[in-house]
């Protein structure tokens, strides 16, 4: 993967906590029914794969319509629905910033559109996998307080050297989350609800291995960034991922895990639970 959007300095244009204008007008009429097509099709294809809250997330803030949202306007619908606002940013930003947005509500969304339609796999986040696979999400509460929760656990972790211990429990939660609905599994995770593909691989392919939740484990577990992931893990409910933030100290976490040898992609580890129908 080439990542051609990744910064360690604000380029120009972008303010010193990475925001920056929208400039909804450099969008052509062409990216507009191309993002268009991207959420129709999205639409019709995650029906039965994600999660409740996704799927009533994308008509409460009006994702089902038109093309691409312009922040100022949408950002009304969205607050009054989720609390939270949407910013825009040039791409993947540095941590400290990323955690400090979270902490505030604020969601960074990449300014740019990926090139023709791929819903198979994103090389790079850009915008639709940011607003069509991040943001329905937020109207379920408890999942709006876990991404602040995350944000202020964030800057605890920078200061104290853990981000990249912290950073695998977002991916392999609001990245490639599995979620129990009643007797089934939904995706909740972003890179799954905007990549087709990926989403069925997760919860139907005897390939994927589905384990149960274990922050330790999550937080050891690496993960391929181009291909589809080997191993998902499975929540029982946002409640439950929300008081693991706020119920465990995630400093007495980081003590159990930083000696700890990270889990090569696709491994097992002896404390591995399968998430099996037979577990619903
Ligand atoms: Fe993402």
Redesign the pocket.
């Known amino acids: 993967m080439e990542a051609l959007h990744v910064y360690d300095e604000p380029p120009p244009g972008v303010a010193a906590d990475w925001t920056m204008p929208q400039e909804w007008g450099q969008f052509t009429d062409a990216d507009h029914d191309r993002w268009h097509e991207m959420t129709v099709r999205q639409v019709r294809l995650l029906k039965g794969l994600a999660s409740a809250s996704f799927t009533s997330g994308v008509e409460q803030i009006g994702l089902d319509q038109g093309g691409i949202p312009e922040f100022k306007a949408f950002n009304k619908t969205f607050e009054q629905a989720t609390g939270w606002i949407v910013v825009a940013v040039p791409g993947v930003i540095p941590n400290e910033p990323f955690f400090k947005l979270l902490a505030e509500r604020k969601f960074p969304v990449a300014n740019f559109l990926r090139q023709g339609s791929s819903q198979e796999y994103n090389d790079e986040?850009d915008m639709f996998?940011?607003v069509f696979?991040?943001l329905p999400m937020f109207v379920d509460p408890t999942f709006g307080e876990f991404m602040t929760a995350y944000g202020r656990a964030g800057l605890r972790a920078e200061k104290l050297g853990m981000s990249d211990w912290l950073g695998r429990l977002y991916l392999h939660t609001?990245?490639f989350g599995l979620i129990r609905e009643g007797k089934e599994l939904r995706a909740y995770g972003?890179?799954l609800l905007s990549s087709h593909a990926e989403a069925v691989h997760a919860l139907t392919s005897d390939k994927a291995c589905r384990l149960q939740f274990n922050l330790p484990r999550l937080m050891r577990t690496e993960w391929p960034f181009d291909t589809f992931q080997p191993t998902y893990f499975v929540i029982e409910s946002f409640d439950a991922l929300l008081e693991e933030m706020e119920t465990t100290s995630l400093k007495h976490v980081y003590d159990k895990v930083r000696d700890l040898p990270l889990i090569p992609i696709g491994d097992t580890d002896p404390s591995d639970r399968a998430y099996t129908v037979a577990n619903l």
């Open positions: 986040p996998h940011d696979g991040h609001v990245e972003a890179g």
